[in-house]
């Protein structure tokens, strides 16, 4: 893991007066309190946030000028600006800016809960068992949680805590004073069967970054930091059950610069019922709605072009603060089912980049409402199992050619042991450039069994040979390897490659002479 970066000022002190007020009621269940939130700009209540008018974002073209600024996110190249400064750095700095933006209010999406049910249905419903039989979680792949914080303590949840940035205090302690964290990261990844209140969907490590204050408020310019801080500290998927009515160009470089890093980014589309809230709205983000317990769109669930898939959202079992467990509804529930499969998607297949995981997760979601993707249920309904099952279909075994000269045509003979389960339907040469270079002849045994299978000349998908065999993790398999015309050449004795580890025993090639240290670039898959 990278060492915790930080870039946050000392310089943003001042405080300032609410542009909203809190107001809340009592419901007679488990988790106390529903917050109405409704503009004002009288006294009162509030979300505790700084006052966005005294500050506004600045996004430079190329890189950030010298300047005092009460904050940077250098990654992204936007700063943050005392108002009353604004417009001596216009004067200094007009043909670099990009743009400039008032700092808007993002809050938890939360709604009241309906009736406590007594067991996780959701789970159920997105067949996580039926994928908990393949594939559970890998302690090597880490959610980010931006959110109010997390009980990193709980009983349910300490076991699968790595670390956590407060951006809100900017110390490394992201204690939960909301609850709403701790819920979302119950959801995701809650320890499972250890005996003690819910099961997560995910057994993945836990990156807690708390942007929201006690009041379930913040602001974009934090999330906007979490997210880059997120994104070079490690974490796989970035989940954000939260959201803004406001675009923001901050933001949007934020996520964009996440989904560059590799980083699959998931988000609350909103519980208004209305169009989808910043940044479930970007394209770079999987937007996410919910459903109800008869799969049909919850009633406040967000809507729009942007969805692209729906989770269950009603009566969620998740964990609070002090070794406590509520029943969790909202946009703000479903979130963390789509973060928690992702992370278990790549779990179950490392080598899968952040743009095959999102098209995995929709292809295989069951379709609800209208067929095909649609402005309710996006492409449908997560589907755990579904989803494990085509993430292990596109492992593979992957021989990449570093410097593939001098090659020539001749038999490899070697021993490969893969690190995962891959069920392998062909295998493929990497050619010399301009060259027919291609497998004639394979054949693959372990102590039980051998399959051979030959090239079929020159057509179709000629290049590849089709193969059924399934690889074991573990176990060492022989593998001969005859080429035609000229295959590029790992020039090693063995490698570790995307897949396993594969041991070059000899390549004869075809004027009789023999390479000890020749291995075929090639793939199974």
């Not at 943003?12 to 107001?23: M, N």
């Not at 942007?306 to 969790?328: M, Q, R, W």
């Not at 095909?372 to 309904?381: A, C």
């Not at 398999?477 to 490698?495: C, V």
Request: proline letters at 4%; charged letters at 20%; one cysteine or more.
């Amino acid at each position: 893991m990278k060492p915790l970066q930080r870039r946050m000022s000392d310089a943003r002190s001042e405080k300032c007066e609410s542009v909203l007020t809190l107001s809340c009621i009592s419901v007679l269940c488990i988790f106390a309190a529903f917050c109405v939130l409704t503009l004002a700009s009288g006294e009162g209540g509030g979300s505790g946030v700084e006052e966005c008018s005294e500050m506004k974002i600045v996004c430079f073209k190329d890189r950030i000028p010298p300047g005092n600024y009460l904050d940077r996110i250098g990654e992204i190249n936007c700063v943050l600006v005392d108002a009353r400064y604004l417009g001596e750095l216009r004067m200094q700095s007009l043909n670099s800016i990009e743009c400039i933006e008032d700092v808007h209010i993002v809050r938890a999406l939360f709604t009241p809960n309906d009736p406590i049910f007594d067991e996780q249905w959701n789970l159920m419903r997105i067949h996580a068992p039926e994928a908990w039989d393949v594939e559970r979680g890998s302690e090597n792949v880490t959610i980010a949680i931006i959110d109010t914080g997390i009980d990193f303590a709980h009983e349910d949840l300490a076991e699968n805590y790595a670390f956590g940035y407060d951006f809100l205090e900017n110390d490394e302690v992201p204690d939960d004073e909301n609850g709403h964290g701790t819920a979302v990261a119950g959801v995701a990844s809650a320890v499972l069967n250890n005996g003690k209140g819910i099961a997560g969907i995910a057994q993945v490590k836990i990156m807690a970054l708390k942007v929201l204050n006690a009041s379930g408020f913040g602001t974009d310019w934090d999330v906007a930091d979490a997210i880059t801080f997120a994104a070079e500290n490690g974490a796989d998927v970035i989940s954000m059950s939260l959201g803004g009515d406001e675009d923001s160009e901050a933001l949007r470089r934020a996520c964009d610069f996440a989904y560059e890093k590799g980083c699959v980014l998931v988000a609350a589309a909103g519980n208004e019922n209305s169009s989808v809230a910043f940044p479930a709205a970007y394209d770079c983000v999987i937007a996410v709605g919910a459903i109800d317990e008869s799969d049909k769109k919850a009633s406040y669930s967000n809507f729009g072009e942007e969805l692209e898939l729906v989770a269950p959202g009603n009566s969620i079992p998740a964990t609070y603060p002090d070794d406590k467990y509520v029943y969790f509804t909202g946009t703000s529930a479903a979130t963390p089912h789509v973060s928690a499969v992702a992370a278990l998607l790549k779990s179950a297949n490392p080598a899968l980049s952040n743009a095959e995981i999102r098209s995995i997760l929709c292809e295989t979601a069951e379709d609800l409402g209208e067929a095909g993707r649609d402005p309710f249920y996006g492409f449908g309904l997560l589907n755990a199992s579904a989803a494990i099952s085509a993430a292990l279909q596109r492992r593979e075994f992957d021989i990449k050619p570093e410097n593939p000269y001098p090659s020539i045509a001749g038999t490899f003979y070697g021993k490969i042991v893969p690190s995962y389960d891959i069920k392998v339907s062909k295998i493929s040469i990497y050619p010399c450039v301009g060259t027919g270079g291609h497998a004639e002849f394979v054949s693959i045994c372990n102590e039980t069994k051998c399959v051979n299978a030959s090239w079929s000349g020159y057509s179709g998908d000629w290049r590849n040979i089709s193969l059924n065999f399934t690889l074991i993790a573990g176990e060492t398999y022989n593998i001969t390897i005859k080429t035609g015309s000229y295959p590029q050449i790992l020039h090693k004795q063995s490698a570790e490659v995307e897949g396993g580890r594969i041991i070059c025993v000899k390549y004869e090639d075809i004027n009789g002479r023999i390479h000890n240290d020749w291995i075929p670039a090639f793939k199974l898959e």
